[in-house]
C-alpha cells in the first residue's frame, strides 16, 4: 500500500473549483478541510488556488491555461505534489500531470492514503488496499507511460504482453483475493456479532474527528487513539457499558463520514460499517464548535441512509459545547433536534445526562416477563440470571414459575425455549413498555 508519509513533508499545493453548483465560501470551506486531510497525510500546504468554471474541462479539469499556471506556481514554490479537492478522471490526472510534472492527486486518492496509513486490523489492511487497487487499476497508464500501449490480442499475449497489460492482470488477480478474503472476515465478524446478540448494541457514529473515540474512552475507560487529526480511528472498537439498574450494553466506535466522500470508499468499508448496521441505537456525535456542523449532519444523515440506516433510533449528541462562542445554539438545536443532549466528552461535561438518556431509551426495549418451567428443567433457572434480571422464583410440586425483566433481544430467545417445549405452553408477558422501534 502506497503512503504519502516520508521522512521530511511533502510540499502540496491545493486546487478547488467554483461552478454554478457551488459558491466561493462552501469552496473555501472544502479546502479548510482538505487542508487538514493533507496534514494528517504529511504533507505542507504552500498554496491554495481556486479556479471559477462554468463547466469542468473534459481534459484538464480547471482549462488548459490554468493548468500552465498552476505549473509556473509549483516550480517557483518547489512543490512536490498537486492536491485536488475534485475526483480527476485517469485522463484528466494524466494530461495535468505531464503538464506540472509532479505528482498530481485528488481527495479519494488522499483519504485512501490516509486510511492506509491508519489501518491496525486484518480487515482495515484488507479493505484499504482493496480500495486502493480499485482506484488504481484505470490510472495504471500514467505509471507506465515510458513502455508500449500495445495492449493484448491473439499473438502478443502472455510472455509478449506489455508491462502495463501485465500489471492489470496482476491487479484484477490480487483484488479477487482480497475480495474472497474480505468475504471470509466478514463471515467471521457475523459469528462473532452471533455471539453479541443477546447484548442491545450502541453504535457511535457521525463526522470524522467529532470526538467519537474520546466519548467512548470517557464512558468506558477504554484506550483508543484520540488524536485532533481526521480519520485518526479507522477501525470499529467495541467496550461494554453498564448503566443503571445493571444494564449491560455495548458501546461501538466506527469510522467517521466525511464530505464528498466517494461511494467507492463507502462501498470498500462496508463491513466495518456492518457494525453500525447490527446495532440497536445509533449515537449521532456531533460537533457543536464547528462552523459547519449543520453541513455536516446533513452528510452524516446522507451516508446513514446510503447505508440503509436511516430507520433506527437515533439520539443526537451534541460534543464540544465547552468551545461554542454562541449559547444561543443550544436552545436551537434543543427545539429542532429531539432527542439530543448537550456534553463536552473531553471535559466530562453532562455525561451523566448522557448516560440517563441512553438508560431512558434503552429501558425502552425492556419487559417484564413471567416464565412457566417443568421441574426436568431446573437448570434453566441459572441461566435465567445470567440472560435477564430475575425478579421471583416459586417453585411449585410440578413446575417453577420465575418472574424476570427481559430485553427484546433475549425475550426472542425465551420465545425459542417455548417453541422446544422448555417453558412449557405459557409464555405470559405482564407488561410491555415498547421497544425503540
Known sequence: MHTLESESRERAILVGVITHRTDRRQVEDYLDELELLADTAGAEVLERVLQVRDRIDSAFMIGRGKVDELARMAKYLDADLIIFDDDLTPAQAKNIEELCGIKIIDRSGLILDIFAKHARTREARTQVELAQLKYQLPRLTRQWRHLSRQVGGIGVRGPGETQLETDRRLIRKRIAV???????????????????????????????????????????????????????????TVRSLELANHLQVLLIDTVGFIRKLPHHL??????????????????????????????????????????????????????????????????????????????????????????????????????????????????????????????????????????????RQIRAKLEQWREKGWAGNAVETLCSTGNLS
Open 178 to 236: 482480497l475480495e474472497s478474503e474480505l468475504e471470509k472476515i466478514s463471515s467471521q465478524r457475523t459469528i462473532r456479532r452471533k455471539n453479541r446478540q443477546e447484548s442491545f448494541k450502541v453504535a457511535l457514529v457521525g463526522y470524522t474527528n467529532v470526538g467519537k473515540s474520546t466519548l467512548l474512552n470517557a464512558l468506558t475507560k477504554a484506550d483508543v487513539l484520540v488524536q485532533d487529526r481526521l480519520f485518526a480511528t479507522l477501525d470499529a
Open 266 to 407: 463507502v462501498a470498500s468499508f462496508k463491513s466495518t460499517l456492518e457494525e453500525a448496521a447490527a446495532a440497536d441505537l445509533l449515537l449521532h456525535l456531533i460537533d457543536i464548535s464547528h462552523p459547519a456542523c449543520e453541513e455536516q449532519i446533513r452528510v452524516v444523515d446522507g451516508v446513514l441512509a446510503e447505508l440503509k440506516l436511516d430507520d433506527r433510533p437515533i439520539i443526537r449528541v451534541f460534543n464540544k459545547i465547552d468551545r461554542l462562542p454562541d449559547q444561543s445554539l443550544l436552545q436551537y438545536h434543543a427545539m429542532h433536534s429531539q432527542p439530543c443532549v448537550f456534553i463536552s466528552a473531553e471535559r466530562g461535561i453532562h455525561l451523566s445526562h448522557l448516560l440517563a438518556v441512553l438508560n431512558e431509551q434503552v429501558e425502552k426495549s425492556y419487559s417484564d416477563m413471567e416464565l412457566v418451567l417443568p421441574m426436568d428443567r431446573a437448570s434453566l433457572v441459572a441461566r435465567l440470571y445470567d440472560l435477564t434480571t430475575v425478579k421471583q422464583v416459586v417453585y411449585e410440586h410440578d413446575r417453577i414459575l420465575v418472574q424476570c425483566r427481559v430485553s
